[in-house]
Each structure stands twice: as structure tokens, then as C-alpha cells.
């Protein structure tokens, strides 16, 4: 029964990407109303896979849910519902099919070895440039990597000889490094979470309108974190520990990994600006491609060739699809929530009130960006504040809020949260491989960049928005 409950989940899962693909392409609304029953389906087939993080959306859709249905809410509400929630589960599951390809490619294990066998000088620049380019591609999956990497390459090196002090500095530092380069993917990664939540939440905004900026603050983060991190080490750089260093050769794999981000965003602006297609269709529809390609290049000279690397990849991605339940239930409820919430609140009253209250701009975009920090210490997921929060500011029509300071407030609030509360996917995986608990890997290593990273991203709005840039 259990074999069974699994396949059936997972046929649906398959059943779900293909009709968001369908439906890209003109597909009738019954495919949309199908998809929706199976994406249900797959939900309720794993629910043992569901995190505090998953159930507190998923419940309040349910409610949200009742409470449209004795309101009499209009079909096409549920409609536009459905089509959100399908599409970005849809979503999540391509993403996956991306880190499956990545794990069989030696550039990335390659890649890994490069980066945590730089010398104490270069280590911090080293993980966090790695973490945040593991991120953009391999998302999770290259967090876990690399850090796994880091812990083995510390105890390879003989770290359990140093001092306890030391040993913990270093993991520390290391940890710090790698978490906050991929908190900073969420800042402008075409293939981000947060990115994506953005161009769905305000159909208004291209990605040009917020992703270079965001690009070019992460370089100021990086500084930031670097900082920091010379600060936390200044007691120790005169002591004569061995210098490690990278095996001969290993920078091709980082080079090419590199490559594989600079190429495949490229197709999808590329993709996106040729054809009728938006953002998310062309990632949608490119990304299983170039994880298939991927799949082929990396397994065509080993023992069975591209033939036995795609049957490999196929069952792994098979056999892992239930386990994307509690992510799926999350990008599922973020397509819901906005559009159904907005058809039930009172806009005029809240416009008003906001009017009453003499919320201007600026206070709102900063209310933005603080609600989605409060939200994840309070263990809501920001995929759900962004969408919630996102589409009623921009419906509230604030004079003055322009959807691009809206859409800058949410991700740099997302950004922050990353690295911060003990409630997101990033501290528990972290927390788990280095062996910390969760409030120790967030709230208390990184507490300080968190709050110096919002600080600065507040000013950096506030400017904007003052000398009406945006």
C-alpha cells in the first residue's frame, strides 16, 4: 500500500508539470481544473513530509478557502487561484530536476574542492562567492554540498587537533560564509525563489526593474560580511597555522559552474524577450531542457554512456518527488493566498484606514520588507508574506509606492530572513549538517550582518524612493 500511495503521488506530481507546460501554450480549462485536483492529490498523499512551515500556509488557505466559498466569491477568483497554484508548484518540481542534473556533474563536486581548500586569506570571499553560486544553480542542494564539503575538509585537515576555540571560530566563519552567499541569491538569481514570487505577485514588474539592482547590492554585501568575518578573525591571523590548498586544476570545475549560471539565465532573458512567453514560462519551460543536456554532457564518457545517466537521473527524480511535498505546499498556498485574500478584503476600507493612519510610501515599502522579517521569526514562510503583503500593497495603490520599490522592499527583507530565523529552510539545513542548533546558526552567529544587511537595504530604499528614482 505504501509502494503504491507513492507512485500514485508521484504520477500525479509528472501530471502537474506537464499541464503547467500545457497551459503555457493554450491548453483549455479543464487541464488547469485537472492539474489542480492532482497537485491536491500529491499534497495529501505526503503530508508526513509537511514542516510547521508547510502546515501554517496550507491552513490558512483551507480557511481562506471556506471563507471565499460562503462569500460566494466569483469562479473566475478560484480560476485565477488554481492557475498560480499550478503553475508554481510546477515550478518548484523544474527546479528540482536542475539539482538532480548538478549532482552527477564533476564540475560541481570539482567546484566544491576549489572553494573549501582556499587559504584562510582568501576562505571567506571563497565560500561566499561558492555559496551564493551553488545557490543560484543547484539551489538547497548545493547549500548541503558545500557545506558538507567544508565540515569534511576541516576534519581532513586534522581541524580536531586545534584547540576547541579555534575549531569553533572556524566552523563558524566557514558556515557564515557559505549561509550568507546564498541568502544573497534572493536578491536578483533569475532561478531564485524570491525572484520568481516577485514577477508572479506584481505582474507589473520585469525583472529589469529590480534583478541588476539587486545584482549590484550583493556585491556590497559580500563587503559587508567580509567584514565582519576579518573582524571575527583578527585574534587568530598571527598564529602559524597550516595553510591549506586547493587540489591542482580544481578551478576549471568553479569556471564551469559559473558557465552553466551565466548560460542558462542568459537563455531565459534571452527566451523571454524573443517570445511571448513571461519570465517564469521561458524558466519553465528551459530549465528541464538544460537539466537534460546537463544530464547527457556529464554521464556521456562514463561506463554505460548518456543512455544509463538518464535512466539514473529519471529514477532519482522519481523517487524524490514525494519528499518536495512541504516545498510544493508552500509555493502552492503563495499562488492561492494573494488572489483569493484580495477578493475577500475590503480594499476601499483598508485604503482609507491606510489614508487615516498617514501611511505614505515610505513607511509602507519599510512595513513591507519588516513584515516579511517578522513573518519568518514567526515561522510563516516568506514565499507566503511576500505574495500576501506584495499584492495588497500593490492593490492599496499607495501614492507614491511604485510596484518596483514594492518589489525591492520584499526582497530585501527576503534576504535578510535567509540567514535569520530558525524557522527557514536555510538555518535547518545548516544547523543540521555543522551539528548547531538552529537559534545558535541564525539568530546568534548571524544576527549582526542580518540587522547591518537591513540597515543598509532601508537606506538604500529610502534614497530611492525620496529622490523618486523608483
Known amino acids: 500500500m505504501p509502494d503504491l500511495r507513492a507512485t500514485v503521488s508521484r504520477a500525479a506530481m509528472i501530471g502537474v508539470m506537464a499541464a503547467a507546460v500545457a497551459l503555457i501554450f493554450g491548453a483549455p480549462a479543464a487541464v488547469l481544473w485537472g492539474a489542480t485536483g492532482l497537485l491536491c492529490l500529491f499534497l495529501a498523499l505526503n503530508l508526513r513530509y509537511f514542516t510547521v512551515g508547510t502546515w501554517v500556509p496550507v491552513a490558512l488557505s483551507l480557511v481562506v478557502l471556506i471563507v471565499a466559498l460562503l462569500r460566494g466569491v466569483p469562479a473566475a477568483v478560484y480560476m485565477d487561484a488554481a492557475g498560480r497554484m499550478v503553475f508554481l508548484a510546477a515550478l ?49 542542494g548545493g547549500l548541503a554540498l558545500l557545506l558538507d564539503l567544508s565540515t569534511r575538509a576541516m576534519k581532513d585537515r586534522g581541524a580536531d587537533d586545534l584547540p576547541p576555540e579555534l575549531h569553533e571560530v572556524r566552523l563558524r566563519r566557514m558556515t557564515l560564509a557559505v549561509m550568507r552567499g546564498f541568502g544573497l541569491i534572493s536578491l536578483w538569481s533569475p532561478l531564485g525563489f524570491a525572484t ?86 521561458a524558466l519553465i519551460v528551459l530549465v528541464p531542457l538544460y537539466a537534460l543536456g546537463w544530464t547527457v554532457w556529464s554521464t556521456h564518457r562514463l561506463a554505460g554512456g548518456a543512455t544509463a545517466g538518464l535512466r539514473t537521473a529519471a529514477r532519482e527524480a522519481w523517487l524524490r518527488q514525494p519528499r518536495t511535498a512541504g ?97 527557514i529552510t536555510t538555518i535547518v539545513f545548516c544547523a543540521t549538517i555543522v551539528g548547531r542548533p538552529v537559534w545558535t546558526v541564525g539568530p546568534v552567529w548571524n544576527g549582526s550582518y542580518c540587522a547591518a544587511v537591513f540597515g543598509v537595504w532601508c537606506v538604500l530604499l529610502v534614497t530611492l524612493m525620496t529622490t523618486g528614482t523608483i
Open 196 to 281: 520568481n514570487v516577485v514577477l508572479i505577485t506584481l505582474p507589473g514588474v520585469s525583472y529589469t526593474d529590480f534583478g541588476p539592482l539587486g545584482f549590484a547590492m550583493s556585491f556590497v554585501f559580500v563587503a559587508i560580511g567580509w567584514s565582519l568575518d576579518r573582524l571575527a578573525g583578527r585574534r587568530y591571523r598571527q598564529m602559524a597555522l597550516p595553510q591549506p590548498h586547493p587540489p591542482p586544476g580544481s578551478w576549471v570545475g568553479a569556471a564551469l559552474l559559473l558557465g552553466h549560471v551565466a548560460f542558462l539565465g542568459g537563455l531565459v532573458v534571452g527566451l523571454h524577450e524573443v517570445s511571448r512567453l513571461s519570465f517564469q514560462q
Open 327 to 423: 516545498e510544493v505546499g508552500i509555493f502552492a498556498a503563495a499562488g492561492f493566498l494573494p488572489v483569493v485574500l484580495l477578493a475577500l478584503l475590503p480594499m476601499g476600507a483598508l485604503q482609507t484606514t491606510a489614508a487615516g493612519f498617514g501611511l505614505g510610501a515610505v513607511p509602507s515599502a519599510l512595513g513591507i520588507s519588516a513584515s516579511i522579517i517578522v513573518g519568518a521569526l514567526l515561522g510563516v514562510n516568506p514565499i507566503v508574506t511576500a505574495s500576501v503583503v506584495g499584492a495588497v500593497a500593490a492593490e492599496l495603490a499607495v501614492p507614491g509606492l511604485s510596484l518596483t520599490a514594492i518589489a525591492l522592499a520584499i526582497i530585501g527583507g527576503w534576504s535578510v530572513v535567509i540567514g535569520l530565523s530558525p524557522f
Open 92 to 140: 518548484i518540481a523544474v527546479l528540482h530536476m536542475l539539482r538532480i542534473a548538478a549532482g552527477v556533474a564533476p564540475e560541481v563536486a570539482q567546484a566544491g574542492r576549489f572553494l573549501t581548500g582556499q587559504p584562510a586569506s582568501r576562505r571567506y570571499l571563497a565560500l561566499t562567492f561558492g555559496g551564493h553560486l551553488f545557490g543560484v544553480l543547484i539551489n538547497f
